[in-house]
């Protein structure tokens, strides 16, 4: 069992930066792949990007490549996702989330366990 608790959302101009948290509990948290989704209100759940076990590789979506970067530090049990360059359309509940399959997996339903999400909204 994982627990997960994200933080950090909040308000920002457009071509700011934040940084979420997502707090992790559970002995098992180093062994899963972990990731971060986001929906916007109207729309489908989103992959944003995820990170190996071992924070050795990252995976990211097309929307976000080269403004956000994911990375994890177990020793912690916390995965940080650091947005920079924000756009309004990159507001949206952003989730973490924990899986056994591979990073490039980009399916929600193969995650097995989420946190409550963090609203961020990026004013124009």
């Known amino acids: 069992q994982v627990q997960l608790v994200e933080s950090g959302g909040g308000l920002v101009q457009a071509g700011g930066s934040l940084r979420l948290s997502c707090a992790a509990s559970g002995r098992t948290f180093n062994s899963y792949n972990m990731g971060w989704f986001r929906r916007a209100p109207g729309k489908e759940r989103e992959f944003v990007a995820a990170v190996t076990w071992d924070g050795g590789r990252t995976y990211y979506a097309d929307s976000v490549k080269g403004r956000f970067t994911l990375s994890r530090d177990n020793a912690k049990n916390t995965v940080y996702l650091q947005m920079n360059s924000l756009k309004p359309e990159d507001t949206a509940v952003y989730y973490c989330?924990?899986?056994?399959?591979?990073?490039?997996?980009?399916?929600?339903?193969?995650?097995?366990?989420w946190g409550q999400g963090t609203q961020v909204t990026v004013s124009s």
């Open positions: 989330a924990a899986t056994g399959h591979g990073i490039t997996t980009i399916d929600p339903k193969r995650y097995d366990y």
